[in-house]
T-cell receptor
Framework: QKEVEQNSGPLSVPEGAIASLNCTYS??????FFWYRQYSGKSPELIMF????GDKEDGRFTAQLNKASQYVSLLIRDSQPSDSATYLC??????????????FGSGTRLSIRP | DAGVIQSPRHEVTEMGQEVTLRCKPI?????LFWYRQTMMRGLELLIY????????DSGMPEDRFSAKMPNASFSTLKIQPSEPRDSAVYFC???????????????FGSGTRLTVV
C-alpha cells in the first residue's frame, strides 16, 4: 500500500463547476497535509495546507481533512481553464516542524473543459 | 526573494559520465530537500539536510548518488557514474520551521531535467 494514494485521473470538469480531488494516506501519525499544483513542465507550487479536522477555505479552494478516515480532499469552486494541472497531495508527520519529510502522492491530472 | 535556484535547467550526458546538480535555497531556510520526479515513480525524496547536516538519505537510490551541503546557501547532488535510468527531473526544495506563518510546506526550485543517453 502506498503511503499517499490519489486517483491519477484525468479528471475532466466543465468550466464553472466544482472540481473535487481526493487523497488517502496510510500513516495515522500524519499531522500536516498539503496540496500542490504542478503545471506541465513546471515545479510543484503549494496552494493549500491543513492541520486540523474540518474545512479550510482560501478563495476558490477548500481543503477538507478527516483524520479518522485518513482522508484529505481539495475542492475547487468555479473551475477555470487555468486550473488545469496535476494536483499533488502530500503528508508529513510532525505538525510544527519541517523535521519530518513530506511524502507525495502520484498526483491527479485535472482538466477543465471550456 | 529569488526563490530556490537550481542549475543547470537541462543536462544531457552520456552514460558513465559524472553529473553535478546545484541548488541555492531561499535565504534563511534551514531545511533543504532533493527530490526526483519520473512518470513511473512520481516525486521521490532522495535526501534532506537540516542546518547543512544530512538527516535522512534513505531515498538515495545507490552509492552512485551523493549529496553535499557545504554551507547554508549551496548544495550539490552528484551522480557518478550516470546511467540512462537516472533520467528524470531533479528538484531541490527548501523550508523553514521558523517562518511563523504555520505553513511548513516546501518551496521548490525550477528543477533540472537530466537525460542520460
Amino acid at each position: 500500500q502506498k503511503e499517499v494514494e490519489q486517483n491519477s485521473g484525468p479528471l475532466s470538469v466543465p468550466e464553472g463547476a466544482i472540481a473535487s480531488l481526493n487523497c488517502t494516506y496510510s500513516d495515522r501519525g500524519s499531522q500536516s497535509f498539503f496540496w500542490y499544483r504542478q503545471y506541465s513542465g513546471k515545479s510543484p507550487e503549494l496552494i493549500m495546507f491543513i492541520y486540523s479536522n474540518g474545512d479550510k477555505e482560501d478563495g476558490r479552494f477548500t481543503a477538507q481533512l478527516n483524520k479518522a478516515s485518513q482522508y484529505v480532499s481539495l475542492l475547487i469552486r468555479d473551475s477555470q481553464p487555468s486550473d488545469s494541472a496535476t494536483y499533488l497531495c502530500a503528508v508529513k508527520r510532525t505538525e510544527y516542524s519541517s523535521a519530518s519529510k513530506i511524502i507525495f502522492g502520484s498526483g491527479t491530472r485535472l482538466s477543465i473543459r471550456p | 526573494d529569488a526563490g530556490v535556484i537550481q542549475s543547470p535547467r537541462h543536462e544531457v550526458t552520456e552514460m558513465g559520465q559524472e553529473v553535478t546538480l546545484r541548488c541555492k535555497p531561499i535565504s534563511g531556510h534551514d531545511y533543504l530537500f532533493w527530490y526526483r520526479q519520473t512518470m513511473m515513480r512520481g516525486l521521490e525524496l532522495l535526501i534532506y539536510f537540516n542546518n547543512n547536516v544530512p538527516i535522512d538519505d534513505s531515498g538515495m537510490p545507490e552509492d552512485r548518488f551523493s549529496a553535499k551541503m557545504p554551507n547554508a546557501s549551496f548544495s550539490t547532488l552528484k551522480i557518478q557514474p550516470s546511467e540512462p535510468r537516472d533520467s528524470a527531473v531533479y528538484f531541490c526544495a527548501s523550508s523553514s520551521q521558523r517562518q511563523g506563518t504555520g505553513n511548513y510546506g516546501y518551496t521548490f526550485g525550477s528543477g533540472t531535467r537530466l537525460t542520460v543517453v
